[in-house]
């Protein structure tokens, strides 16, 4: 085999396992009680593959042959008496009592459904239990198919680090005897909000990265949408799930107006709209109009879905519906009263009623003492303060926004704003 035949069979390997990853351990996960160990038995599977691919070639099916390694795995564990799960010994003595054969019964169970399975796992990896953190970096492991490196990477941090998270998340799902279940009856609505939270959380942080040189990393926002897809998919009726679905589509339709050609962000409304994605904002608002077709009241993500949608239909800056984004804030504000969803609501009031009602409300912020940790705060009263005339104000705004970044595309950009305000008061040079 030459390098490039072997170069070629390893991303086939590659992008098998990413696609049939979650699966994999989902089903496995059901048939042991444990997510590492369901991960484990995985990793046996895809080492299998290695082993044997390159002689034999990819087969036709392969997520169907990691299956059936990760099963046989499974069965000769099973056999030796090294998996004394309780869901194990009830389908051996269901077995023996049918007079089948322990592999059969096993094959069996574990052809069950993939899409309970796979719920099932999401409801694991993001349950409340663990950390952020550590919902994060398992959810993009199990889920999304990412190595630790990966996930290092994306998120800016060893990767020692997150292989820690994942192993303490692991035994901590373990220890908790945390059930591979979906929850049910109120439970299910509080454990749901955990679980678009991670994938939410995964999205921002590819949308707009906290920390860095680039400002958007577009491989965690596609990471995000599969995942709110899949997640969509499984529960239907859930009108929030389609919300998410339908405010990551439109965000992400921006990405590639959101910098220029040399990486620096450009604003929304400097943004070259033909360069929005036409095919995300048409999924985006076909999921909107799926959440809103429930019939329920609208939850947090679809209301941002909703304001995100004014921006999508409207071919120009200057034709924004701003009235109708304020009101958009104004119920968001009641069903997710936030700092955060606060300085938002100022934006759209400004842009609907001008910068002094926008100061207003920055200021009552600024005063409560909520938010003084957030650039976005002071960058955001430096540009009313900028609109309203009073530049030195702002220039010392956009100053210490610039101090608080950790993101070099943004402070770069504060920075260049604070200059300005400094030359058009005559206190800098062209």
């Known amino acids: 085999m030459t390098g490039s035949d072997s170069q070629e069979l390893h991303d ?22 444990d997510v590492g160990r369901a991960e484990d038995l995985a990793q046996d599977a895809l080492l299998a593959a290695l082993e044997q691919w390159p002689a034999s070639g990819v087969p036709n099916k392969p997520g169907a042959w990691l299956m059936t390694a990760a ?57 409340p239990v663990l950390s952020t953190d550590a919902r994060v970096a398992l959810t993009l492991r199990l889920l999304g198919g990412l190595t630790t490196g990966e996930i290092a990477r994306a998120f800016l941090v060893q990767e020692s680090t997150i292989s820690q998270r994942i192993v ?3 035994r901590t799902l373990s220890e908790a005897r945390v059930p591979l279940e979906v929850p049910r009856g109120e439970a299910l609505t509080a454990r749901t909000a955990s679980v678009l939270e991670v994938i939410y959380l995964i999205f921002n942080e590819g949308y707009s990265a906290t920390a860095g040189e680039d400002l958007v990393r577009p491989a965690l926002c596609e990471d995000a949408l599969r995942l709110g897809r899949i997640v969509a ?17 439109i965000q992400a339709s921006r990405l590639r107006a959101r910098v220029n050609a040399s990486g620096e962000p450009v604003l929304l409304l400097d943004q070259d709209r033909s360069r929005w994605d036409a095919v995300l904002i048409r999924r985006g608002l076909a999921a909107l109009g799926r959440a809103e077709s429930l019939g329920q009241a609208l939850g947090p993500y679809a209301l941002q879905a909703a304001i995100a949608a004014c921006h999508a239909r409207s071919r120009l800056a ?24 606060e300085l938002n609501r100022a934006v759209a009031v400004m842009m609907a009623f001008g910068s002094a009602a926008g100061l207003e409300l920055v200021d009552a912020l600024v005063a409560s003492g909520a938010l003084k940790e957030y650039h976005l705060l002071y960058s955001v009263r430096g540009d009313f303060l900028a609109k309203l005339g009073r530049l030195d104000e702002a ?13 070099e595309r943004e402070r770069a ?18």
């Open 413 to 430: 950009l504060m920075r260049e704003r604070a200059a300005a305000c400094l030359r058009l008061t005559g206190g800098g040079t062209g």
């Open 71 to 127: 099963k046989r795995r499974l069965i000769d564990q099973r056999r030796h008496g090294e998996m004394a799960e309780r869901k194990h010994q009830e389908i051996g003595r269901d077995a023996d009592a049918r007079g089948e054969d322990m592999e059969d019964a096993l094959v069996a169970a574990l052809d069950d459904h993939v899409g309970d399975d796979l719920l099932r796992l999401v409801f694991a990896t993001c349950h």
């Open 395 to 407: 220039r010392v705004e956009f100053e210490r926004a610039a101090s608080m970044t950790r993101n």
């Open 12 to 33: 086939a390997i590659d992008a098998v396992w990413r696609i049939e990853q979650a699966r994999l351990i989902a089903a496995l996960a059901r048939m042991t009680g």
């Open 168 to 170: 303490r998340a692991k």
């Open 318 to 341: 200057s034709e924004t519906d701003w009235m109708r984004i304020s009101a958009l804030y104004d119920a968001l504000s009641q069903v997710m009263p936030s700092p955060v969803v």
């Open 233 to 249: 998919e499984l529960m239907p009726q859930e009108p929030e799930v389609h919300g998410l679905v339908a405010l990551m589509e």
